[in-house]
């Protein structure tokens, strides 16, 4: 990975932490998600569970909603989508669907995480897209952000 | 199972084969999707990816998408959702999010099945919700009908 991808994953990771504060500040768990093509956001987005009461409102699934709309198809040519959380399996699941050539994450989900730690999702052979996934940007924040959350809710963590 | 499941899984079945059909008829994949709780049907919905240009609008998206605003709240207690393939990995993993208690699919997916065919997500241990499944349920009926669009189409089976 070269030095200005490293510049350019932590400056759209950075767009994606915040959005994941505002998360939190609404009283969801924080997570948030950006795409991006040709270096210019096509849609952000942050986990709504609980305000849309909807079980599929996660970040990735509502940026993709989005962007596609933008986009005006399904396939997600050269675009890379952002987000503070490994994807679990309906994300990774749309992830592969949309055709996304690339995904970035900040932490790792020991709970549900779909592209390396439960599933990889992202990269099986069996299916039709293959994804490079690059993680650990702005790791740290996101965990402790996601930390203090379930903190302050003194519930276990279920995304 | 009792002779009544098996005619109430036909019965409801039927209805989401009739929605694979509207699809069929306006160029999309054939699959068709019902959730019904306490014998009534909440929610019903088929395949619009192409339509709506949205790489996440399969039946089940659609149709938990749609029950979320009859149910106002994400955990889909004592619901059945009945759906003519075998859930995708996004599917799948919606369908656990929304903590739906059993899931009736008629044919299976040889290229993306994830409730037994390539993952079995619906009842994966390490995940904190498990569903029951039944499966066959009018499957020669949901073949044909895939088959018969993709023959039509002449281009390989791509959901």
Redesign the interface.
């Known amino acids: 990975m070269t030095g200005q991808n490293v510049d350019r994953d932590r400056f759209w990771m950075a767009q994606a932490l915040a959005l994941a504060r505002r998360a939190f500040d609404e009283g969801e768990v924080p997570v948030g998600a950006v795409i991006v093509r040709e270096d210019v956001c096509i849609a952000e987005a942050y986990n709504l ?2 305000h ?7 970040a990735e ?1 509502l940026a ?2 989005e962007a ?2 933008t ?6 040519t050269d675009t890379t989508l952002y987000v503070t959380l490994e994807p ?7 992830i ?4 996304i050539p690339k995904v970035v994450y900040a932490a790792n989900d020991p ?2 995480g ?1 592209a390396g730690t ?2 990889n ?1 992202l990269q ?1 052979e ?3 897209h293959r994804v490079e996934i690059v993680s650990g940007v702005f790791a740290d924040e996101s965990s402790a952000l996601l930390k203090s959350f379930f903190q302050q809710r003194r519930r276990p963590p ?1 995304k």
Do not use: T
């Not at 986009?71 to 997600?76: A, L």
């Not at 679990?88 to 749309?94: D, H, I, L, P, Y």
């Open positions: 569970r609980e849309s009461r909807s079980p599929i409102a996660h699934m993709i909603q596609s709309k986009i005006g198809n399904w396939r997600f679990c399996a309906m994300c990774a699941g749309a592969v669907l949309a055709r709970k549900a779909a439960l599933y999702i099986d069996r299916l039709n279920d």
